[in-house]
């Protein structure tokens, strides 16, 4: 296998800085605006069973958020914000059309496309995953 370059594990964190900064934001927006409301919101946008969901996703992209952007957990958490990302576009963003400015999937998309690229490759050497994880092969095989 082909090493990999700094520079490519230097494009990682800044990934993971804007992917998990744009989550944390969003999770925090959510409980910040408080969670009923959110919950309100979910509801009046038809998403199922509102008022567990409310904190669930809220508690996901903050915290999933902050674990992106130190490397922490990085691949079950992006796979976890991409299927976050995937509800919201099929549950909400599909119908108004692709732009972002129309309601549309478009920003959805892209941060399902950030975090996959994340699961995908993982959060690089440069990451709490890589310090704790990164010397087991076995302990890897079983995360990846």
Do not use: C
């Amino acid at each position: 296998m082909a090493k990999t370059s700094n520079s490519a594990h230097l494009g990682l964190i800044l990934l993971r800085l804007v992917t998990g900064l744009i989550f944390a934001l969003h999770g925090w927006q959510k409980f910040n605006s408080g969670i009923e409301s959110t919950a309100q919101g979910f509801g009046s946008m038809g998403v199922p069973a509102p008022e567990l969901m409310a904190p669930f996703v809220a508690g996901l992209e903050f915290i999933g958020g902050l674990a992106l952007i130190v490397g922490l957990l990085s691949k079950p958490i992006a796979v976890l914000l991409v299927a976050d990302m995937i509800g919201a576009a099929f549950l909400v963003h599909l119908p108004q059309g692709f732009f972002a400015t129309d309601g549309g999937f478009e920003y959805v998309l892209a941060l399902a496309a950030m975090a996959g690229t994340l699961a995908l490759t993982g959060p690089g050497k440069f990451s709490i995953d890589a310090l704790l994880f990164g010397r087991s092969k076995r302990l890897k095989a079983v995360l990846a």
